[in-house]
């Protein structure tokens, strides 16, 4: 059973401040990575990919990848109270994407 | 791009009682997905389709679930007949060669 894990939280984190979010996936062959947000009662939304190892930044956001380790993480700098929603950690699968469960960060002014 | 649509959005109907789902995926994306989320199960990955293809539907509950794709615009996913634990959101998304994978609104179905 190809696995992604990931924290349900709630992740809480004051204003301003970094919010980390990490995920752990189970299959080595695993080549494509994705973080989505979800706020409540909408639809997940792709806010970043990351195909190497290494960091990928993208304004306040930025991707972690550990092919090694089989771990995967979103930093989020100066985070605000908007970015208070479930972030969903998705890796492939061959031809689909096998998603986490998700983590609900709170960004409290 | 107007992304991807999905209609209706949201659903009320009886048990028993037919229902069909519509999406419509982004022009020139090749793959399109169907996925339920409940609070208790996540995303789950209903089937999927490559050039109108169904290639796996190994996610689908049950035989009440089939799905089309008649053309690269257009596709459906039918219950029939629905039962009260269908009740969730039901997610199209299609995806480029790329892989990156852009999700409709939903349509929330409640079964009473």
């Known amino acids: 059973q190809k696995e992604v894990e990931q924290n349900s939280g709630p992740l809480s984190v004051p204003e301003g401040a970094i919010a980390s979010l990490n995920c752990t996936y189970s299959?080595?062959?695993?080549?494509?990575f994705f973080w989505y947000r979800q706020y409540s009662g909408k639809s997940p939304e792709l806010i970043m990919f990351?195909?190497?190892?290494g960091d990928k930044e993208d304004g306040r956001f930025t991707a972690q990848l550990n092919k090694a380790s089989q771990y995967v993480s979103l930093l989020i700098r100066d985070s605000q109270p908007s970015d208070s929603a479930t972030y969903l950690c998705?890796?492939?699968?061959?031809?689909?994407?096998?998603f986490g469960k998700g983590t609900s960060l709170l960004v409290t002014p | 791009d107007a992304g991807v649509i999905q209609s209706p959005r949201h659903e009320v109907t009886e048990m028993g009682q037919e229902v069909t789902l519509r999406c419509k995926p982004i022009s020139g994306h090749n793959s399109l997905f169907w996925y339920r989320q409940t609070m208790m199960r996540g995303l789950e990955l209903l089937i999927y389709f490559n050039n109108n293809v169904p290639i796996d539907d190994s996610g689908m509950p049950e035989d009440r679930f089939s799905a089309k794709m008649p053309n690269a615009s257009f596709s459906t996913l039918k219950i029939q007949p629905s039962e009260p634990r269908d009740s969730a959101v039901y997610f199209c998304?299609?995806?480029?060669?790329?892989?990156?994978?852009?999700f409709g609104p939903g349509t929330r179905l409640t079964v009473t």
């Open positions: 299959d080595r062959g695993s080549q494509s």
């Open positions: 990351i195909y190497s190892n």
């Open positions: 998705a890796v492939n699968a061959g031809y689909a994407l096998n």
């Open positions: 998304a299609s995806r480029n060669r790329e892989y990156e994978q852009y």
